[in-house]
């Protein structure tokens, strides 16, 4: 008898706040140690925290892209713990009155059937300090830049299958949050962190099996490796008869396993009281309402834009919604030009290249300039590239570059004619050999012509003109 | 809740408060008071009043704003120990 996984996930996503939830300290990356912090992050006596209200928004905001209810009355509790990466002695979080409820994400499993996961909550808590280990043999340093920095956790119920499904779970999720400008979900940064609830137990038994934890996954692969693994050990335990203990676990990603944490038995008793600094957070409707109106067009929204108004497929529609700076150039460049699938493919083959340099300064409205030249036949292919290569880190205008560099496409039949004429008197020879069936030399003609033609001649034009005069259909 | 010399030790445990052993008892007979103080609140019967939340409280909020943050060398001041920007203490990872 087989066993199956049953698997649940918590996610700690930053998000886009200019500072922290309870202090006004600023939250910027890669700041010097400690320089981010304030007299609430370090929990001096005497201060009190007061919440960020952008971050109330947006934890709305991520509760409302999941589908939960969000709820009127939420309340922040107390949760205690002894490390040092959080002076307070607590971290402030959501304990049994979260801000938001219910929700769920569907998901496309392996076999194209679709699957709900369910998300039990998702609510607001302060981020820990950074401590590292690795500098010293005898201590270690702490830095509290991040101590306080707003996150949302988003918890699902054990409604997930396998590491394949967590994985696509957790991508659908990262793209909401990036799409809906609620987090930027850089997992180098540790701005999106997984945990994984993972048990096992015999088909067809409906009683849980004992459950690890799995913390602090920051990559797809790694969270995808460390599920599998905990999966088989588990598996592996009860068939010697073994039990599985509960118990915390990390993931080394060298080695791909996962080690228990030996942490103490009571390690877990948080004791969650309501925190007394903190009213409870009362959201008015209204307040609700405007931020769901806010939403321009969900993501579910945007990839059914792309397939079904704009008629990109499947593939193309992946890659561009795989990163947000992609669509936001397409988008942006479709304001301005109304040629989807041209816009798309030179994005994909071209622009995809470019896009992440630093000096990459091409604006949507000037590349819709150039896909309209190419479009309406004013320049070849070729052109528009050595157009592109100029204007990505200068945005000159394409327009005035084509003139400037006299790269106008030549279009005129006469004119062509003309010098597909000079070229088959000169190559008496291949036009023999072609008149007798050897077609594969038109790709030479062409080459001749646009050689001829200094790269300008249209190829739709030359080549129906070589056609005609080769009596080729 | 019955507090027994059980409960008090752990308590003391969690909250890193060592607890003198001839003081165990003097904790269990406070603790004790103090949850029937609680319980005798819970029992309370309201005599038909109902408590109503009070709809607009007032509680803090903030704009998104930087409007201060502590200068390093008075972040560290308090540290027992440091080492150049960072505060450190002793290590606190188990290696595997």
Redesign the interface.
Known sequence: MGFEAVIGLEVHSQIKTNTKLFSSSNIDYGCDPNSNVSEVDLGLPGTLPVINSRAVDLAILAGVSTNCRINKKSTFARKHYFYPDLPKGYQISQYDEPLATKGYLDITTSDAMKKTIRINRVHMEEDAGKLIHDLSNDYSMIDLNRAGVPLIEIVTEPDISSPEEAVKYLKKLRNILIFGGISDCNMEQGNFRCDANVSVRRVGTEKLGTKTEIKNVNSFRFVQKAIEYEINRQIQLIEKGKKVIQETRLFNSKSNKTYSMRSKEDAHDYRYFPDPDLQPLILSQERIDKIINSIPESFEDKISNYLNKFQLSRDDVDILISDKILCDFFDSTLEYVNEPKVVCNWILSEIIRYIKQDNFKLKGENFAKLIRAIVTGKINNNSAKEILSKVIETNENVDTLINDLGLQQESSEAFLSQIIDNVIKDNRKEYDRILNGETKLMTFFVGQVMKETKGKGNPQIINQILKERFRID | MSVDKELVL?IS????ISIEDDKIDSFIKSFSEILAYIDLLNSASENGLKIKEK?N??????????????P?DE??KNAP?K????????????E?
């Open positions: 752990k445990k969690l909250s890193r709809r409280v007032h509680y803090s909020i903030r704009d998104d704003e930087l409007i201060s943050k502590l390093i972040v560290l120990r080492d150049g920007n960072f505060f450190i203490v002793k290590k606190v990872i188990e595997d």
